[in-house]
């Protein structure tokens, strides 16, 4: 049976994170690819990334703003090719504002028009977002549990996902172990987490090989994640 037929309600994964399926429409997925290919080109273009241990990460990055290495930023791409970075485009600042907005809802966490909702630094602006970490995932391609803690800002992080559907695992800024909810991300869903779920630990254990939506033309997963450097 076609699941699709079924809208998927918006849930509240833990309070400050929140799934907004279907969040994306195909043309704006669509767009969002067509930029994601741009920018996985070199110089600062998609890479592995060598963890200190030595191991290599099976996702592979392109980072946006402020350049993500283990563990810090920088403007270059200090552990590759050593290029400036690609900025970070006004666009995609705005789908980040809104995606927050859209997320939390104005009223319910009454923020103004605008801020940053939970995990906001309360009545001055909010600083803009400023980094773009852009993962794909093949086949195979997984990410373990961890926090996502080198930035400054408390601002929420606004993940959204193209292509292939994930199995998204999210836990608590406790520890990598459980409690954790496994959330299925499928191509233009939102998830933002701020405020109390901000540092929580959180992954992918998995991909689903085959399930983007054929008229998109990604064969894999992308996942776009925005966030506040504070830096
Ligand atoms: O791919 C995802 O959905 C999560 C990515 C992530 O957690 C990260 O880039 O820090
Ligand atoms: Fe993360």
């Known amino acids: ?22 969040w994306l429409t195909p043309a704006a997925q669509a767009r969002t690819l067509a930029a994601c290919r741009e920018w996985a080109r070199p110089p600062a273009g998609l890479r592995t990334v060598r963890m200190p241990s030595g191991g290599e990460m099976s996702v592979r990055t392109v980072c946006l703003g402020w350049h993500w290495f283990p563990y810090g930023y920088a403007r270059t791409v200090v552990d590759g090719d050593g290029a400036p970075v690609k900025p970070f485009p006004p666009w995609l600042g705005e789908l980040a504002r809104a995606a927050v907005a859209d997320a939390y809802g104005t ?14 630094t309360g009545s001055a602006a909010p600083p803009p977002y400023d980094i773009a970490l ?26 959204l996902s193209l292509g292939d559907t ?4 999210f836990g608590t800024a406790s520890g990598r172990g459980r409690p954790w909810t496994d959330v299925e991300l499928r191509s233009g869903d939102l998830f933002v987490f701020g405020g109390p779920a901000r540092r929580a630990f959180h992954g992918v254990p ?15 997963r992308l996942n776009l994640t925005l966030r506040v450097s504070g830096l």
């Open 134 to 159: 852009v993962n794909f995932y093949g086949p195979d391609a997984k990410m373990g549990m961890h926090q996502d803690r080198d930035e400054e800002s408390d601002a929420p992080v606004v993940s």
């Open 1 to 22: 049976m076609d699941d699709s037929l079924f809208p998927r309600p918006r849930a509240e994964i833990a309070p400050g994170a929140v799934h907004v399926p279907d």
């Open 166 to 169: 994930c199995v998204f695992r």
């Open 206 to 220: 998995r991909t689903l090989p085959g399930t983007a939506p054929p008229e998109l033309g990604l064969s894999g």
């Open 107 to 120: 009223e319910a966490h009454g923020t103004e028009a605008g801020g940053t909702g939970a995990g906001g």
